[in-house]
């Protein structure tokens, strides 16, 4: 399993994080983030909560601002210029704890919004793409409802496939089964996986193990707005090195 | 097995509810006599309606619609009812509708103000129904310059050129956008049509009319009134202080300082300012600072300032849908890559709308009641006409049939714009 999943991770750069340091008023949330993460790589991130860990994938798209670094998407460098900005976002897809599905829109919609403004396809074109992703999260029969209308973890694999039809290169998950009842967060998983099995670029903050062990190839433990531990999933679990992480363990794996 | 143990071997089919047991007893039972204390209630409101239309119905009923003075109604109504019987004289509203509904506006020209209303309802039509064909929309967009040319008439060249300000505008904003970029393409966009109508419009639409004279005969503000001029003034205020507000909401948010403090201070400014005063303003003061020489339509100059009062309010309504919205749905536009227009256009906006429906409808309703202040600075809005008419011998003390006539016409407006935005309401409602 660990060979398969090193296999399909190349050397290029998908994303280049050096330096990057946030701050929220005088409060230091992100110190000195170093992070490469290869294209293929499935890296999921952990730590107890206000150690920065959704803070840090939210500088990747921008949605929150960092204050001193770098960072490089795709090889286009992250700046304040609002274009460069949009243009990453375009690339890189994101899931939200809560979904912000478009609550006006019907799922089809949600789905062809982004492509038909942003990339400019033919509406037609954008809802054949919209329907092929729906059935990949299975739930191409719901196309025509509203996301009130769905469950949770269908509104979530919504969420998912309407990030998928923006063709993004890289995805983003913020918790994205923490607001899920333990049935539904297999079927998000079960997505998940699946994407990851296709050699998708992820990085996932969660804090379900089983699913780090089964598709990460990097598990980072971040505590205190700094990266404290990286390692293989199998490392990672069964032979933590620092401290800090072996306590965090204990705790989440412990009961 | 256990007391504690249970396994269920099959899943209860889905049951319809119980029937309620119906019956028109069973509802005067739960809804007016459900206790002492609530029948004693309900007998006791009984009594105070029976009081209460036992004096209204036979004055609305024993009354007089042919009379031509107030004394002739009194003495017909002696006749027919009794004397002593006191019945509402509605001869008066029989006599002066036409007045009521078109003030001083010449008798043979009533026919332009009449199809500028029907093709009013055609133009609000596809904005209020998202059923009908989006190309209706652009009569909508033609009808304010129609609609002007009608009713004021004129020469038809005056909205031809000011509509053209808006085409031009539309052009220099396609040309200059695809050389220099947004900024500049918006700058332009604003200022070419504005230069337009300053400076060429005149001569343009005059030079146009007399190669080609076409026009209608025209009729001067002084002449407008009655529900004509409510609804003008009501209707223009409501279309244009939507977009204003919207504007104005955004620009309170916005980052840019100068924008924010612009907004920040129209807003608070005018919403702490009676709108009597600005009438004032628009009515007395305002043609000491235009240069000299301007004509300046006092009409024109009432909607001007109507409009920016009820805009004022929009945007604090807005803005209150803004807030209301998660900041999820800004971020899940943000995400996509959507830029801060679109996701305002496709995402926020919508939603914030929706939310206010009931305080955006409120603020339309109190600004087409508001059109009535303008009787103060001595237009002959139907409140205004009321003491042309009593002024008259014939009808000098008549006062109930004219304000119940007039405060009924302006609840049937009021009534159906609440009603359409529960309609609206219902139809945007897409959760369940």
Redesign the interface.
């Given at each position: 399993m660990a060979n398969a999943k090193k296999m399909d991770v190349s050397d290029e750069v998908a994303i280049q994080i050096e330096k990057m340091n946030k701050w929220y008023g005088s409060f230091h949330v992100l110190k000195d983030i170093d992070l490469t993460v290869y294209r293929g790589e499935r890296i999921v991130i952990c730590g107890p909560s206000g150690s920065g860990k959704s803070t840090l994938i939210r500088c990747i798209?921008a949605?929150e601002e960092h204050q001193q670094g770098k960072i490089t998407v795709d090889g286009t460098h992250l700046s304040s210029d609002?274009k460069n900005i949009?243009?990453i976002?375009?690339?890189?897809?994101?899931c939200?704890q809560?979904?912000?599905?478009?609550?006006?829109l019907s799922i089809l919609e949600n789905c062809t919004?982004?492509p038909i403004?942003?990339r400019k396809i033919p509406k037609k074109e954008a809802e054949e793409t919209a329907m092929h992703f729906l059935e990949k999260v299975k739930i191409p029969d719901q196309a025509l409802k509203?996301?009130?209308?769905l469950s949770g973890g269908q509104q979530q694999r919504v969420a998912i496939a309407?990030?998928l039809c923006?063709q993004p290169r890289i995805m983003l998950f913020d918790e994205p089964t923490s607001a899920l009842d333990p049935e539904m967060i297999k079927e998000v998983l079960d997505t998940m996986i699946e994407l990851a099995e296709e050699g998708m670029t992820m990085l996932c903050v969660t804090h379900e193990m089983g699913f780090a062990r089964q598709v990460a190839n990097r598990v980072i433990f971040m505590d205190a707005g700094q990266i404290v531990e990286q390692n293989e999933p199998e490392e990672f679990f069964n032979n933590p090195q620092s401290e800090r992480t072996q306590l965090f363990l204990s705790q989440i794996l412990g009961h | 097995m256990s007391k504690l143990s249970y396994v269920r071997t099959e899943m209860l089919p889905e049951q319809a509810p119980p029937v309620a047991q119906a019956g028109i007893v069973k509802w005067l039972r739960e809804n007016l006599f459900s206790s002492i204390p609530n029948s004693i209630l309900t007998l006791a409101s009984l009594a105070f309606l029976y009081v209460i239309l036992s004096h209204v119905l036979p004055w609305m009923f024993q009354s007089s619609w042919t009379a031509n003075s107030l004394s002739e109604c009194r003495s017909m109504i002696a006749a027919a009812y009794g004397e002593g019987t006191h019945g509402a004289c509605w001869a008066v509203i029989r006599e002066r509708f036409l007045q009521l509904v078109f003030g001083f506006y010449p008798a043979e020209l009533y026919w332009r103000p009449i199809v500028a209303f029907i093709l009013m309802l055609v133009a609000l039509a596809p904005v209020l129904f998202d059923k009908l064909p989006r190309k209706m929309l652009w009569f909508s967009a033609i009808f304010p310059f129609l609609c002007f040319w009608l009713l004021w008439g004129g020469s038809i060249w005056v909205p031809i050129v000011a509509l053209a300000g808006f085409v031009l505008g539309g052009v220099a904003y396609a040309l200059i956008g695809a050389k220099f970029g947004n900024l500049p393409a918006t700058i332009a966009a604003f200022l070419v049509p504005v230069l337009w109508w300053l400076l060429l419009a005149n001569p343009v639409s005059n030079g146009l009319h007399s190669i080609i004279p076409l026009g209608l005969e025209a009729v001067e503000s002084a002449k407008f009134g009655g529900f004509m001029l409510s609804v003008l003034i009501g209707i223009t205020g409501i279309v244009m202080s939507l977009p204003i507000g919207v504007l104005l909401a955004l620009g309170r948010q916005s980052d840019l300082l100068i924008v924010k403090a612009i907004c920040v201070g129209f807003i608070e400014f005018i919403r702490g300012v009676p709108l009597i005063t600005l009438l004032f303003v628009a009515s007395v003061l305002l043609n000491y600072f235009l240069p000299p020489g301007t004509t300046f339509d006092i009409i024109l100059r009432v909607i001007i300032m109507v409009t920016l009062f009820a805009s004022a309010y929009m945007a604090e309504v807005i803005r209150g849908g803004l807030a209301a919205l998660?900041k999820?749905?800004y971020?899940?536009?943000?995400?996509?890559?959507?830029?801060f227009w679109?996701s305002t256009r496709?995402?926020i906006m919508?939603?914030a709308l929706?939310i206010s429906i009931p305080s955006i409808v409120s603020t339309f309703i109190g600004l087409f009641k508001d059109t009535v202040l303008v009787s103060i600075i001595g237009l002959l809005d139907p409140i205004g006409l009321t003491t042309n008419i009593r002024a008259d011998a014939a009808w000098n003390g008549i006062i109930w049939e004219l304000y119940g006539f007039i405060a009924l016409v302006f609840f049937i407006f009021c009534f159906s714009m609440s009603r359409y935005s529960m309609y609206l309401e219902r139809k945007?409602q897409?959760?369940?």
């Open positions: 798209n949605l609002l949009d243009a976002r375009s690339e890189v897809g994101m939200f809560h979904f912000n599905l478009f609550p006006h919004l982004a403004w942003v509203y996301p009130g209308q309407r990030s923006m | 998660p999820g749905q971020e899940g536009a943000d995400s996509l890559g959507l830029d679109q496709l995402i919508p939603q929706k945007l897409t959760s369940h």
